[in-house]
């Protein structure tokens, strides 16, 4: 069990089944509240409901893309604030690599992606921040 996951709320979201059921299978150890979305509407609706902590987005999904996705949980919320959203996705263009940053992604990552690096990265993301240095 992950000390850093275990009770965090993850939404994975992508509309492959077999990959939903792999990071699903791979965070279930970790402690985590995992829930899933295979399209973008059902995404958003999830998201701006549960309040996940991490969202890890496919960028290509029916009803409304990842990018569309990406806009409505981050709007309006200061760059680090939660929901913290890893993107994947099987394009490789620079382009939306730059697109995605701009609209708050915290990692973006072309598939496939091995779910070790899934997980690190959540930690990381999810880890409390340090402790402040005492006043001098």
């Known amino acids: 069990m992950?000390?850093?996951l275990a009770?965090?709320?993850i939404l994975l979201v992508d509309d492959d089944n077999d990959i939903l059921i792999s990071m699903q299978a791979a965070f279930e150890p970790t402690g985590a509240v995992i829930e899933t979305?295979?399209?973008g509407n059902k995404a958003v609706e999830m998201a701006e409901k549960g309040q996940p902590d991490l969202v890890i987005l496919d960028m290509m999904l029916p009803g409304r893309s990842g990018f569309l996705v990406l806009e409505r949980i981050k709007a309006r919320k200061p760059k680090n604030a939660?929901?913290?959203v890893i993107m994947i996705t099987a394009n490789t263009g620079a382009r939306h690599k730059m697109y995605a940053e701009?609209?708050?992604v915290n990692e973006y990552f072309t598939k496939p992606v091995k779910m070790?690096?899934?997980i690190s990265t959540a930690e990381k993301l999810l880890a409390p921040p340090p402790p402040a240095?005492?006043?001098a």
Do not use: D
């Open 2 to 4: 992950s000390e850093t």
């Open 7 to 9: 009770g965090k709320k």
């Open 37 to 39: 979305a295979a399209n």
């Open 82 to 84: 939660k929901p913290f």
């Open 102 to 104: 701009s609209q708050g």
């Open 116 to 118: 070790e690096k899934l």
């Open 133 to 135: 240095p005492p006043p």
